[in-house]
């Protein structure tokens, strides 16, 4: 057996690898794709806030920024303009978050995201930067359940429904 015999088998056996290496990745696109659908109620409703873990990348653009609530040591909510709201996860607790009257950014473009080092500075004094893990926009519906959450707010208790009348189901009294 010759020196091109055996190149030629090396070639054969490499193209089967590669083959089943190509079948592997579509079996593995095709399982993934199948997984990031979005689920439905009975209703047909979409469960986006319901599954939602609020690991978005948005970004903020600092300029537009009005107020901020502060939901715990971690998370806070900022609403910027045209009353969009952001559900902010921070790297690790910031303690001043809480109490602090203000917020500074650092940014190097004017945009608050939670990529390229950008972090928010809470405290007068102290100046505690912290860097963002997560910014998610959210929906009003989203905001009230997180605050909920969180416990800025109490659930709002809904009253069960009263019963239906339904004609000719009076009460007879015996005697």
């Given at each position: 057996?010759?020196?091109?015999?055996?190149?030629?088998?090396?070639?054969?056996?490499?193209?089967?690898?590669?083959?089943?290496f190509f079948i592997i990745q579509l079996i593995i696109v095709f399982?993934?794709?199948?997984?990031?659908t979005i689920s439905e109620d009975a209703d047909g409703k979409s469960n986006v806030s319901k599954d939602a873990d609020f690991q978005g990348t948005d970004c903020i653009l600092i300029r537009t920024i009005r107020d901020y609530s502060p939901l715990d040591k971690s998370h806070?909510?900022?609403?910027g303009s045209g009353k969009r709201t952001y559900f902010v996860t921070l790297f690790?607790?910031?303690?001043?978050l809480r109490h602090s009257t203000s917020?500074?950014?650092k940014s190097r473009d004017g945009q608050l995201c939670p990529y390229g080092g950008d972090a928010i500075i809470f405290g007068t004094f102290s100046a505690e930067s912290v860097s963002i893990r997560a910014i998610s926009r959210v929906s009003a519906e989203e905001k009230?359940?997180?605050l909920v959450r969180y416990g800025s707010i109490e659930r709002a208790e809904q009253?069960?429904?009263?019963?239906?009348?339904?004609?000719?189901a009076e009460v007879e009294e015996l005697d």
């Open positions: 057996m010759g020196p091109l015999v055996q190149v030629r088998k090396s070639v054969e056996a490499l193209n089967k690898n590669m083959k089943q399982t993934l794709s199948g997984c990031s806070l909510l900022i609403t690790w607790p910031a303690y001043e917020l500074k950014f009230q359940e997180l009253k069960p429904p009263e019963p239906a009348s339904v004609k000719g």
